[in-house]
């Protein structure tokens, strides 16, 4: 199973981005996925996640109001819809597959990870 995440970059703040995820080598459409971050200095974090159907979502508080999470089980991908940006946004960014068919916030329930792709948000 392979997790390609793209789209980052240096936006200034209050600027948008969005994040892509191409995922291959299993059944999308059967899986949760989710986003996480970390920062410089600091544990990863959960983002964001949506079931396999993309009814289901949460959002870590902080970006809530200001991220989307998507998904196109057409394409086998995973967008994060980023507006307002904010300094505090600035960290790579992982997609991961999760091992059931629901949206979770926690690390241990997704079994594949992307690359990371990173997000630099200049104030």
């Known amino acids: 199973v392979q997790l390609q995440a793209s789209g980052g970059g240096l936006v200034q703040a209050g600027g948008s981005l969005r994040l892509s995820c191409a995922t291959s080598g299993r059944t999308f459409s059967r899986y949760g996925m989710g986003w996480f971050r970390q920062a410089p200095g600091k544990e990863r974090e959960f983002v964001a996640t949506v079931s396999s159907s993309g009814v289901s979502t949460i959002y870590t508080d902080s970006v809530k109001g200001r991220f989307a999470i998507s998904r196109d089980n057409a394409k086998n991908t995973v967008y994060l819809q980023m507006n307002s940006l904010k300094s505090e946004d600035t960290a790579v960014y992982f997609c991961?597959?999760?091992?059931?068919?629901?949206?979770?916030?926690?690390?241990?329930?997704?079994?594949?990870w992307g690359q990371g792709t990173l997000v630099t948000v200049s104030s």
């Open positions: 991961a597959g999760s091992r059931s068919s629901g949206s979770s916030v926690l690390a241990s329930m997704y079994a594949y």
